[in-house]
């Protein structure tokens, strides 16, 4: 069959259906994946040389015949295949090890070329474990083998037309059954027959203006370079692309939501809404005022706001969303603030049933436990005022009558996506506002990039009167000396202490970390004049309910817990957090997990326990040491490790690069420029018919303005 950049790979010859599951483990489904399957490395081959003239310590590719083969054995009993290799200038000795199928691939009379490092082996010159690749096998009449490597003259520097030997041979990631060795053939071919097909969509302008090189040559290059300076070049250009694609797709779906979605608009009464933050028992920040502004200067529009809050851990945001769900109130709306759990759901109905009862305004939880829902004693489908709850709130019973505002935090929690969610939300009708709230720091780099589609407000401002809570690594060999300190702190403030492990048993990984289940053991025998409890995910939601009840009355003076306590957990009286194995998060998810305490009025602590020694390690811990901001955190975060790692529950929407990377400032600059001013010259990107494929042609004819 004819091969297009949509065929299953597995109908690339030599691949099939066994080859094709082993390269969907590496994301490679189609013909168009294998092709932009990028090698992460080059070995450099491209040194050719006459066998005589080879010296120790070089990497050179070599080309011959081979005219001896025989298995050998060590001093210590390994298999060794020794080889023969010979040309016009002399005869080289080719070692491998435990490799005895080499016999039927290089029978003495084949052709080859050889590509690895010349050493010492005993008193005799050697090349060990090279890469090999057959070129012939007719023992007769051989030429020379030198010339046998046919090589296309570059300068004084031959580059060879080959796939293993004689040039920069590149090396990709592997998985069990697929060697990149294997890869390369595999490359080589779609890249003969498919490569013609692929159309460059980037615009000739953009690709003129950025110096990039044509797409085609790009993807050649990139796998099969004849230089790593061309290599480079390669790879920017697809890089470039892949942050294009990702901000064009942003514009063009905030564009999509801006004219095809109708709301409600709302009229905002200044007078009573300055009435409410009046009312508050504390002064909101400068960062509290200007997204409250942002907010509702959306909420006036006809098309629905799409905007993400952002703010650390006690910044304000649940207050900023009840003034919106109050301006929502006002005309005549009903709004819902969905969250996670049960836990942050019955925080978020007390703190705004309690701001906004004064007024008259009536505020009823919805969770999965029914009997609460009972009690609580409404009936949702008539209810007039704002809705408060977990998933349940997504429930077909529930029949919403002209919903305004949808509010959802931490929503990267919930199994739905934002789009999802609105769909079973609103049957019909106008799509209402849509406010997601978040505490886990995105860094600035990524956010500039995939937040197009949406409208960023950001809470970097933590309320007067909150102290800085004092942060320290805490090495094993001083692990210790902290537990009397921490005795010692209980009993002198009668605060309360977190002790967070990354597993809950021992048996979730072969890896040496801390379980919540043997580490709540181990301290309450060095704790016995102490109360412990224990918390984690397998448990009951009523044993959740009991244990953190019990943590709030005092009763339990150290709570060992699982994560499952990042979001959601308000004690005011908890001083002291510990994180054991705290190499294993990152620095966003210790911040969130720091944020449990501090929410007092006493001076609070966070303990990061390692058993790691390494430079880089407590490098990135110790930044904790000194930074208290989320999304600086994030940003540094991103520089040591990179976004695989970055984000313990990971954001909605934020993707995986495969070429480009999100440390890449300057780039993520220049494509968004480039996109910015595409957009502002054609917003219908009627010029560019192949970004209008790319993205989704039929989608752009529908939509026209008003």
């Not at 053991?521 to 009951?540: A, D, N, T, V």
């Amino acid at each position: 069959m004819d091969l297009t950049l949509a065929t299953p790979v597995q109908y690339v010859p030599r691949v099939g259906p066994a080859r094709a599951k082993l390269l969907a483990k590496l994301g490679i489904e189609t013909v168009h994946d294998l092709l932009y399957y990028i090698p992460f490395r080059y070995d450099d081959f491209s040194i050719v040389s006459p066998i005589a003239k080879v010296r120790p310590g070089e990497t050179v590719t070599i080309g011959g015949t081979v005219t001896a083969f025989h298995n050998a054995f060590t001093k210590s009993g390994k298999k060794m295949q020794e080889v023969k290799v010979s040309d016009e200038s002399g005869t080289l000795e080719v070692i491998w090890f435990n490799q005895p199928f080499l016999v039927r691939v290089l029978p003495v009379g084949t052709i080859v070329r050889l590509a690895g490092k010349i050493d010492w082996y005993g008193h005799k010159l050697v090349m060990s474990s090279p890469s090999y690749e057959v070129t012939g096998r007719d023992p007769v009449n051989v030429p020379p083998a030198y010339s046998a490597i046919s090589p296309i003259m570059t300068g004084s520097r031959p580059v060879i037309q080959s796939l293993h030997t004689g040039r920069l041979v590149p090396v990709y990631s592997e998985t069990a059954g697929l060697t990149s060795k294997w890869l390369r053939g595999r490359i080589s071919f779609v890249l003969e027959t498919v490569l013609k097909h692929l159309n460059d969509t980037i615009p000739e302008s953009v690709q003129s203006d950025h110096h990039l090189v044509p797409l085609a040559r790009a993807i050649q290059s990139v796998h099969f370079p004849d230089s790593i300076v061309r290599s480079e070049t390669a790879r920017r250009r697809l890089a470039f692309d892949e942050l294009f694609f990702l901000q064009l797709r942003a514009w063009h779906e905030r564009r999509v939501w801006e004219l095809s979605k109708k709301s409600h608009a709302c009229r905002i009464d200044e007078k009573k809404v300055t009435e409410l933050i009046a009312s508050l028992p504390f002064t909101l920040t400068d960062d509290q005022h200007g997204s409250i502004k942002e907010i509702l200067h959306d909420l006036t529009r006809t098309y629905p706001m799409n905007r993400l809050l952002e703010g650390d851990v006690g910044s304000g945001k649940t207050v900023v969303a009840m003034i919106a769900m109050y301006v929502a109130h006002l005309n005549g709306l009903q709004s819902v603030l969905m969250a996670p759990t049960q836990i942050l759901a019955e925080q978020h109905h007390k703190t705004i049933k309690g701001f906004l009862e004064p007024f008259g305004i009536s505020v009823a939880l919805i969770t999965g436990n029914r009997s609460m829902n009972q009690e609580s004693g409404i009936r949702v489908k008539l209810h007039p005022g704002i809705l408060v709850g977990t998933h349940a709130l997504l429930s077909k019973k529930i029949k919403y009558q002209r919903l305004g505002l949808v509010v959802i935090d931490e929503q990267q929690r919930f199994g739905v996506v934002q789009r999802g969610t609105l769909e079973e939300m609103t049957k019909r009708g106008n799509t209402p506002h849509l406010l997601t709230m978040t505490a886990t720091p995105i860094p600035r780099t990524i956010a500039r990039t995939i937040m197009g589609n949406l409208d960023l407000s950001v809470l970097a401002t933590i309320p007067g009167g909150r102290k800085k809570i004092k942060t320290w690594v805490v090495p094993n060999e001083k692990r210790d000396k902290s537990y009397p300190w921490i005795t010692q702190q209980i009993n002198q403030t009668g605060g309360q202490v977190f002790v967070i492990c990354p597993l809950i048993d021992e048996s979730e990984t072969l890896f040496t970390a801390k379980a919540a289940t043997t580490e709540y053991i181990r301290l309450k025998s060095l704790f016995p004049e102490l109360q412990l409890g224990l918390l984690h995910g397998r448990m009951k939601p009523k044993e959740k309910t009991e244990v953190l009840d019990a943590f709030r009355r005092g009763d339990i003076h150290m709570l060992v817990a699982t994560p499952v306590v990042e979001v959601g957990i308000d004690i005011p009286n908890a001083t002291i957090m510990v994180i054991e194995a705290a190499e294993r998060f990152g620095l966003s998810q210790l911040h969130q997990l720091r944020g449990r305490v501090g929410r007092g009025d006493l001076q609070s602590y966070c303990l990061l326990f390692t058993e790691q020694g390494e430079e880089r390690t407590l490098t990135r811990l110790k930044s904790m040491e000194t930074t208290h901001s989320g999304p600086v955190l994030a940003d540094i975060d991103l520089q040591l490790r990179g976004p695989g790692e970055l984000f313990g529950t990971r954001q909605h929407g934020i993707p995986d690069l495969h070429v480009a990377r999100w440390t890449d400032t300057a780039l993520i600059a220049e494509t968004g420029k480039s996109v910015k001013e595409l957009v502002a010259s054609d917003p219908s990107l009627t010029a560019f018919p192949l970004l209008r494929d790319k993205l989704g042609e039929s989608t752009i004819k529908t939509i026209t303005v008003d």
